[in-house]
C-alpha cells in the first residue's frame, strides 16, 4: 500500500512525484516507457524550452480563470528559483525563452530525477486498470492516485492517449483530443513545397467562407517539402484544426495593405522585391505590368492561400489539444470532483499552450500543485 501512486512520470508527474514526496508522503510513481522522461529530452529541439520569461493565461487554449488560479500557484519566478535550487541555471533568449544554460534538456530531466530520488519509480510499467479506493493493475494498492499521464502527442515516447481510458474509467469526460503545434500539409507537389527550406515572416488567418478572420498569428513561417511549418504555423495549427473546413492565408508583408502596397507597386516593383527572399519572389513575381496584374500580386502577397490538405498528425504534434475538463477539478487542489482521492495534472486535462515553454510551464504548475495536494492529509 503506497500512500499515493503517480501514473506517468513525465513533465508533470515527476513534478507531482517529487512534492509529494517533499511532503512527507510515500510515493511510487509508475511508467509505462522504459526509459524516463523521454519527451523532456527531445523537447525544444534537445534543448528544453523550459518556460518563457512572461506567462499569461491568454497564452493558453481552455478554461482561462481556472489556468489562471493554478499558474498563479507556480509562476515564472518561482520556477526559475525552483531549477535553480535543483543547480538548473536558467538563460532567458531573445523572444523570452527560457532553457537550461547547459542547452541540453538532459540537464533538466537529470535534475529532476535527482530530486525525484525519494520516489519508488517504476519503468516499463503500463497503467492498464485503476479501480476506486485505488487498485492498480488488479495488484498495487494506493490511498491517492496523480493521473499525469500526457496526451497523444508523439505516442512513441510513451504518451499513447491510454490514460484518458482510465480518466473516464473513473468517472471524468474527455474532450475530443486533436493534435496542436503540428506542421500543416499541402498537396502533394504544390509550388509552395519546391520553396522547401526557406523561412519568412508571415501573418497567417484562419478565415470563414467570407473571408472574415477567425484567428491570427505572426511570425516566423519555414516551407517544408510537405508543406509548412515553424513557430507561427505550429501556433495557427489547432485554430484551423478546430474550426474546419475554413481556409487558411498567409500575408508575406505584414504590416502591409492592398493601398500601401498598390502605391509601393505603381512606383516600381523593387521594394517589395527585396522585402522577399529571391526564390519567393520568382514564383509571384508579375507577369507583365497591367493592372491586374499588379491587383492579383497584392492580393498573393496578402492572402496567399495555403490550401492545407491535413496535419501531421500526433507523431509530429507537440501536445494535445483537449482531454479532461478543468470544470471536473477543483483547481484549488487539482483533485478530481467526481473521483475523490484522484489527482490529474498536466496534458492529460483540456489545456494547450502556445510554443515557447508555456506547455512545461503547466505541467509544472499542475503536477506541482497535485503532488502538494495529494500529501496534504
Ligand atoms: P508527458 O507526455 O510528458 O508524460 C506522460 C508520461 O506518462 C509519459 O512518460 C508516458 O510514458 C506515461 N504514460 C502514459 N500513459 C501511461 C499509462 N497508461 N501507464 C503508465 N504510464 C503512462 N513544451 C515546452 O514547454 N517547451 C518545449 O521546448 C517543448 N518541446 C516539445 C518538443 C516535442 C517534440 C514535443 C512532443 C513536445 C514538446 N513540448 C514542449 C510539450 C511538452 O513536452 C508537454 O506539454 C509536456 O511534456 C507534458 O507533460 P506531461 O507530464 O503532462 O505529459
Same mark, same amino acid.
Request: aromatic share 6%; net charge neutral; hydrophobic share 40%.
Given at each position: 500500500?503506497?500512500? %499515493?501512486?503517480?501514473?506517468?512520470?513525465?513533465?508533470?508527474?515527476? @513534478?507531482?512525484? %517529487?512534492?509529494?514526496?517533499?511532503?512527507?508522503?510515500?510515493?511510487?510513481?509508475?511508467?509505462? *516507457?522504459?526509459?524516463?522522461?523521454?519527451?523532456?529530452?527531445?523537447?525544444?529541439?534537445?534543448?528544453?524550452?523550459?518556460?518563457?520569461?512572461?506567462?499569461?493565461?491568454?497564452?493558453?487554449?481552455?478554461?482561462?480563470?481556472?489556468?489562471?488560479?493554478?499558474?498563479?500557484?507556480?509562476?515564472?519566478?518561482?520556477?526559475?528559483?525552483?531549477?535553480?535550487?535543483?543547480?538548473?541555471?536558467?538563460?532567458?533568449?531573445?523572444?523570452?525563452?527560457?532553457?537550461?544554460?547547459?542547452?541540453?534538456?538532459? !540537464?533538466?530531466?537529470?535534475?529532476?530525477?535527482?530530486?525525484?530520488?525519494?520516489?519508488?519509480?517504476?519503468?516499463?510499467?503500463?497503467?492498464?486498470?485503476?479501480?476506486?479506493?485505488?487498485? %492498480?493493475?488488479? $495488484?498495487?494498492?494506493?490511498?491517492?492516485?496523480?493521473?499525469?499521464?500526457? +496526451?497523444?502527442?508523439?505516442?512513441?515516447?510513451?504518451?499513447?492517449?491510454?490514460?484518458?481510458?482510465?480518466?473516464?474509467?473513473?468517472?471524468?469526460?474527455? !474532450?475530443?483530443?486533436?493534435?496542436?503545434?503540428?506542421?500543416?500539409?499541402?498537396? #502533394? $507537389?504544390?509550388?509552395?513545397?519546391?520553396?522547401?527550406?526557406?523561412?519568412?515572416?508571415?501573418?497567417?488567418?484562419?478565415?470563414?467562407?467570407?473571408?472574415?478572420?477567425?484567428?491570427?498569428?505572426?511570425?516566423?513561417?519555414?516551407? !517544408?517539402?510537405?508543406?509548412?511549418?515553424?513557430?507561427?504555423?505550429?501556433?495557427?495549427?489547432?485554430?484551423?484544426?478546430? #474550426?474546419?473546413?475554413?481556409?487558411?492565408?498567409?500575408?508575406?508583408?505584414?504590416?502591409?495593405?492592398?493601398?500601401?502596397?498598390?502605391?509601393?507597386?505603381?512606383?516600381?516593383?523593387?521594394?517589395?522585391?527585396?522585402?522577399?527572399?529571391?526564390?519567393?519572389? $520568382?514564383?509571384?513575381?508579375?507577369?507583365?505590368?497591367?493592372?491586374?496584374?499588379?491587383?492579383?500580386?497584392?492580393?498573393?502577397?496578402?492572402?496567399?492561400?495555403?490550401?492545407?490538405?491535413?496535419?501531421?498528425?500526433?507523431?509530429?504534434?507537440?501536445?494535445? *489539444? +483537449?482531454?479532461?475538463?478543468?470544470?471536473?477539478?477543483?483547481?484549488?487542489? @487539482?483533485?478530481?470532483?467526481?473521483?475523490?482521492?484522484?489527482?490529474?495534472?498536466? $496534458?492529460?486535462?483540456?489545456?494547450?499552450?502556445?510554443?515557447?515553454?508555456? #506547455?512545461?510551464?503547466?505541467?509544472?504548475?499542475?503536477?506541482?500543485?497535485?503532488?502538494?495536494?495529494?500529501?496534504?492529509?
Amino acid at each position: 500500500m503506497s500512500d %499515493i501512486a503517480v501514473i506517468g512520470a513525465g513533465a508533470a508527474g515527476l @513534478m507531482a512525484a %517529487i512534492f509529494a514526496a517533499r511532503g512527507g508522503a510515500q510515493v511510487v510513481a509508475l511508467d509505462g *516507457a522504459k526509459k524516463l522522461g523521454a519527451k523532456i529530452v527531445i523537447s525544444g529541439g534537445g534543448r528544453c524550452n523550459v518556460t518563457h520569461d512572461i506567462v499569461h493565461p491568454s497564452d493558453f487554449n481552455g478554461s482561462r480563470n481556472a489556468i489562471a488560479k493554478i499558474l498563479r500557484t507556480f509562476d515564472v519566478p518561482a520556477t526559475i528559483a525552483f531549477f535553480a535550487t535543483l543547480g538548473v541555471t536558467l538563460k532567458r533568449e531573445e523572444g523570452g525563452k527560457l532553457f537550461p544554460a547547459t542547452d541540453k534538456a538532459r !540537464t533538466v530531466l537529470d535534475a529532476l530525477l535527482r530530486a525525484a530520488e525519494g520516489v519508488e519509480t517504476r519503468t516499463d510499467y503500463k497503467v492498464t486498470k485503476v479501480e476506486r479506493g485505488f487498485v %492498480i493493475n488488479d $495488484e498495487l494498492h494506493a490511498r491517492k492516485v496523480i493521473l499525469a499521464s500526457g +496526451g497523444r502527442s508523439v505516442p512513441k515516447t510513451g504518451s499513447d492517449g491510454s490514460g484518458y481510458a482510465l480518466a473516464t474509467s473513473l468517472g471524468h469526460s474527455v !474532450t475530443p483530443t486533436f493534435p496542436a503545434l503540428v506542421p500543416l500539409v499541402l498537396p #502533394n $507537389e504544390h509550388p509552395l513545397t519546391t520553396l522547401s527550406g526557406l523561412s519568412v515572416d508571415a501573418e497567417l488567418a484562419v478565415r470563414s467562407p467570407s473571408g472574415k478572420v477567425v484567428h491570427r498569428e505572426r511570425g516566423s513561417m519555414l516551407f !517544408t517539402h510537405f508543406g509548412i511549418s515553424g513557430p507561427v504555423v505550429l501556433d495557427i495549427s489547432r485554430h484551423w484544426i478546430a #474550426n474546419q473546413p475554413l481556409t487558411l492565408t498567409a500575408s508575406l508583408l505584414p504590416g502591409e495593405t492592398f493601398e500601401s502596397l498598390d502605391a509601393m507597386l505603381l512606383d516600381s516593383t523593387r521594394a517589395v522585391r527585396q522585402r522577399l527572399p529571391s526564390r519567393l519572389w $520568382e514564383m509571384l513575381a508579375p507577369k507583365d505590368t497591367t493592372r491586374e496584374e499588379r491587383r492579383r500580386l497584392i492580393r498573393d502577397l496578402l492572402e496567399l492561400p495555403l490550401p492545407i490538405v491535413r496535419d501531421r498528425g500526433f507523431e509530429y504534434a507537440e501536445v494535445t *489539444a +483537449g482531454g479532461v475538463p478543468l470544470s471536473e477539478i477543483d483547481t484549488a487542489t @487539482m483533485e478530481s470532483r467526481v473521483c475523490p482521492g484522484l489527482y490529474l495534472c498536466g $496534458e492529460i486535462l483540456d489545456v494547450d499552450g502556445k510554443i515557447g515553454g508555456y #506547455n512545461f510551464q503547466w505541467a509544472w504548475a499542475s503536477g506541482r500543485l497535485a503532488g502538494m495536494s495529494a500529501s496534504d492529509t
